[in-house]
């Protein structure tokens, strides 16, 4: 299947300035694609290149294909670009207030976004659509009625995730979506991200500068450094045997423990056969546990020991996992 977008030598100047060189990047159908690097390494631009929504001072060049979408995203107007941001392409950002309308009832702009994009036959469907998806991200459903001010940082930011769900977007890009908020509610909303491009097969292109984070949400990395990238990989490969001097940096410095070849505890989805190293200890999560499959939803257990969901529809088993091993 081809992939859902292709970045062919991404450039980005403003003025006589390169901050983003040539970058060629790719996510494949459902893929979760992690770009790291340090401050000012064009992570942020290169997202924003891709969404169309670069300040009017800087300049992208090069080509982003969206599967789905009939022309190049790079050079198209905002009239088009409206249409498929909030629609085959969404985003969460850091700051969720940016992305709420304040004078608008939560329950309102969540139907709204359905309804601009004609995803749901009318306000009835798209009013329960809200509903469903203020479920889906674990908020109450008298929160419909509330306003963004009257809200957590972590239950806005929930919002924004619902909002950016609400139409299957084919990817969805986070910018840090978790680094503005609190430890405990961080896991949440990663784990909310992850189990909302899972459901809907969404793919997903997710930045930060946390490695453990990228860890946890994603298959496969990308490494930037001075606007270029330098290194990608499936995550267990780069982040176990990093090619690159500036990713051996990175992960000396961070918190992730390289000097026995193990990662920390990863928690999230179901990794893929040979993602992690033999002993590495994970703790995963059936993806279907939460829906419908009974028992405990959470395992943890070294990934040798194999992994396997008995879901009456759709077991997961091998090849995509190691053998052996139960999900009770
Ligand atoms: N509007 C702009 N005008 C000039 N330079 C800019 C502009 N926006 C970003 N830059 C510069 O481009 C470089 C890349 O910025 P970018 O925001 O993409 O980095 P980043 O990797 O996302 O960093 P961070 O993790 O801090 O968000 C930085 O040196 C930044 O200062």
Redesign the pocket.
């Known amino acids: 299947m081809s992939d859902v977008l292709t970045v062919q030598g991404l450039t980005v100047t403003?003025r006589d300035k390169t901050?983003v060189s040539e970058v060629d990047l790719t996510v494949g159908p459902g893929e979760r694609v992690g770009l790291i690097?340090e401050?000012?390494?064009?992570?942020?631009?290169?997202a924003l290149s891709v969404l169309g929504l670069l300040?009017e001072?800087?300049v992208a060049s090069g080509s982003v294909r969206l599967t789905g979408v009939d022309h190049d995203l790079i050079g198209a107007d905002e009239r088009r670009m409206s249409r498929v941001r909030g629609r085959e392409l969404a985003m969460v950002f850091q700051e969720p207030m940016t992305a709420l309308n304040p004078t608008m009832r939560i329950g309102d702009q969540i139907a709204e976004a359905m309804l601009i994009h004609r995803t749901r036959p009318g306000r009835g469907a798209a009013r329960s659509a809200a509903l469903e998806l203020l479920e889906r991200v674990q908020l109450p459903s008298d929160l419909m009625r509330a306003y963004p001010h009257q809200l957590s940082g972590g239950q806005r930011q929930r919002i924004v995730l619902a909002l950016a769900l609400a139409n299957d977007p084919a990817l969805l890009i986070c910018d840090?979506p978790s680094t503005a908020l609190d430890v405990t509610v961080q896991a949440l909303v990663l784990d909310l991200i992850v189990k909302g491009v899972v459901a809907r097969s969404s793919a997903l292109l997710f930045?930060t500068?946390d490695l453990a984070v990228v860890a946890t949400v994603c298959e496969r990395v990308l490494v930037?450094y001075g606007?270029r990238v330098v290194e990608s990989g499936p995550v267990g490969e780069v982040f176990t045997n990093p090619r690159h001097r500036y990713t051996q940096g990175l992960l000396a410095a961070s918190d992730l423990d390289t000097a026995d070849r193990r990662l920390p505890t990863i928690r999230g989805n179901v990794p893929a056969a040979g993602q992690f190293p033999s002993g590495c200890v994970f703790r995963t999560r059936c993806p279907h546990a939460t829906d419908i499959c009974a028992g405990t939803p959470e395992w943890t257990g070294p990934v040798a020991d194999g992994f396997a969901c008995h879901h009456p529809a759709e077991p997961v088993s091998s090849p995509r996992l190691p053998a052996g091993g139960a999900h009770a």
């Open positions: 403003v901050l690097g401050s000012g390494s064009g992570k942020s631009l290169t300040p001072d800087v840090e930045i500068h930037m606007g």
